[in-house]
């Protein structure tokens, strides 16, 4: 029965939770113990994701959301972040709250369960990010938020810079599932001499909250 479907993330965190709870059959880690004070990776994998397809897909728009005009574009409204992957494809990924309804139509597919999503946030990120890719997340004729598509740690990856500056920036990925514990362990290990620390979802929640962003 449905109510005891179990869903888990491929991502495990050397921590220790000081805070969880049960939303959508998912354990949701919002807190941990010892998380400090940034930068942070923190699982966003139970964060409901759909790819759209389709030769007509700027006819298209998920929830009344129009999608964005070109390739690396980016639109976040509703807690819903669209970004644009080539002429005919894009991600939906729901960052906060409840999700929507599952949009219907042969378009649409959900990837929640075939990929680990985490988010990258804190200050400074350049050097952690910069030891991990040579994709130019801070190239200033970029402006977030935008996609680039390409390796994370050699992995293949759908990347967005959700805010950048000095202070506060925010890069959010996802990568087939079964890259989850390698991918981990690099971004932790890239980040270590930074002092960087798993997070849980809470701290994503306070991070978006004072997000600014101009579509």
């Known amino acids: 029965m449905a109510e005891n479907i179990i869903r888990r993330s ?5 921590g220790t939770p000081a805070r ?6 998912w354990t949701v880690t919002l ?29 298209i728009q998920p929830w009344g959301l129009p999608l964005p005009d070109s390739p690396g574009r980016c639109s976040y409204k509703n807690g819903i972040l669209i970004n644009r992957m080539n002429r005919t494809q894009s991600a939906l990924w729901y960052l906060t709250g409840d999700p929507p309804d599952s949009p219907e139509g042969a378009a649409y597919t959900d990837v929640t369960d075939a990929t680990v999503f985490l988010a990258l946030i804190g200050k400074n990120l350049a050097s952690v990010i910069e ?7 801070f ?7 935008f996609l680039l598509q390409g390796p994370l740690a050699h992995v293949p990856c759908q990347c967005v810079m959700l805010e950048r500056s000095p202070d506060r920036s925010g890069l959010l990925f996802t990568c087939s599932r ?15 001499e930074f002092g960087m620390r798993p997070a ?16």
């Open 178 to 192: 079964g890259y989850a514990r390698d991918m981990v362990h690099a971004v932790l290990d890239a980040g270590a």
């Open 139 to 145: 190239n200033p004729l970029n402006q977030p938020p």
């Open 20 to 25: 969880t709870e049960m939303r959508h059959s």
């Open 10 to 14: 491929p991502v495990t965190f050397d």
């Open 131 to 137: 030891k991990l890719t040579a994709l130019d997340f």
């Open 31 to 59: 807190e941990y113990e010892d998380q400090g004070d940034g930068p942070w990776l923190i699982d966003l994998s139970h964060r409901a994701r759909w790819d759209l397809q389709d030769r007509e897909i700027d006819a």
């Open 200 to 215: 849980g979802e809470a701290v994503f929640h306070n991070w978006l909250a004072e997000l600014k962003i101009e579509n």
